[in-house]
């Protein structure tokens, strides 16, 4: 048991993700959306927030993950953040170039800056390589792991704004590998999956009567 959670809000693609054997068992719990805003989530230590969610019902959930955070938990949000609900996340539109891959010496815009980072002991950069939605504006303090070459953060890891720690990427592979189509999002997630494991928190052990 690692305390691992992933939010499930109804669609196809994030049930064949979720329940994807492969990706099912680094998870404790499954939590129907709907559900969120009144689970009090004491047995998770980490949180993943797929993209394409209904955004109201992840306002009304809000102060569990901010919740979660505090107590220092670990919260994984994907995707589009245009009405952000996590401390700290600023969101900015950028059009998307789907079609990159088909253009003479193509670039997706997207930029390692931390190839040293221990995601990448799971991940290359072909794995983490396909086209983005928008950008993000980080904390300061804020490490970023992955940016788009015009600015803006892709990828990065907030440990400053909270007692918890934020993991926020505007990437989408549930989304893609639940659609059945875009391979790199599936070698992301069997990457991304081991390194949140070697990340998370222990939960702690439950206590026992003398």
């Given at each position: 048991?690692?305390?691992?959670?992933?939010?499930?809000?109804?669609?196809?693609?994030?049930?064949?993700?979720?329940?994807?054997?492969?990706?099912?068992?680094?998870?404790?719990?499954?939590?129907?959306?709907?559900?969120?805003?009144?689970?009090?989530?004491?047995?998770?230590?980490?949180?993943?927030?797929?993209?394409?969610?209904?955004?109201?019902?992840?306002?009304?959930?809000?102060?569990?993950?901010?919740?979660?955070?505090?107590?220092?938990?670990?919260?994984?949000?994907?995707?589009?953040?245009?009405r952000p609900y996590l401390p700290g996340?600023?969101?900015?539109?950028?059009?998307?170039?789907?079609?990159?891959?088909?253009?003479?010496?193509?670039?997706?815009?997207?930029?390692?800056?931390?190839?040293?980072?221990?995601?990448?002991?799971?991940?290359?950069?072909?794995?983490?390589?396909?086209?983005?939605?928008?950008?993000?504006?980080?904390?300061?303090?804020?490490?970023?792991?992955?940016?788009?070459?015009?600015?803006g953060a892709i990828f990065y890891i907030?440990?400053?704004?909270?007692?918890?720690?934020?993991?926020?990427?505007?990437?989408?592979?549930?989304?893609?590998?639940?659609?059945?189509?875009?391979?790199?999002?599936?070698?992301?997630?069997?990457?991304?999956?081991?390194?949140?494991?070697?990340?998370?928190r222990p939960r702690p052990a439950p206590?026992?009567?003398?």
């Amino acid at each position: 048991m690692n305390g691992i959670a992933a939010v499930y809000g109804g669609s196809a693609q994030h049930y064949r993700s979720l329940h994807e054997p492969k990706y099912r068992r680094w998870l404790d719990r499954i939590i129907y959306l709907p559900t969120l805003p009144d689970d009090p989530l004491d047995t998770v230590t980490a949180l993943i927030i797929p993209e394409r969610l209904h955004l109201g019902l992840l306002h009304r959930a809000a102060p569990r993950l901010h919740a979660l955070l505090e107590r220092g938990g670990t919260v994984v949000a994907f995707g589009e953040q245009p009405r952000p609900y996590l401390p700290g996340v600023r969101w900015e539109h950028r059009p998307t170039n789907f079609w990159w891959w088909r253009e003479p010496a193509g670039r997706s815009g997207l930029v390692v800056l931390r190839p040293d980072h221990a995601l990448f002991h799971h991940l290359t950069e072909r794995d983490v390589t396909w086209h983005f939605h928008g950008v993000l504006r980080p904390p300061p303090a804020a490490e970023v792991v992955i940016a788009a070459e015009d600015g803006g953060a892709i990828f990065y890891i907030d440990t400053v704004s909270t007692p918890g720690r934020l993991v926020v990427t505007t990437l989408d592979p549930m989304f893609h590998f639940g659609g059945y189509f875009m391979p790199a999002t599936e070698r992301f997630l069997d990457g991304f999956f081991p390194w949140l494991m070697e990340t998370v928190r222990p939960r702690p052990a439950p206590s026992r009567d003398p």
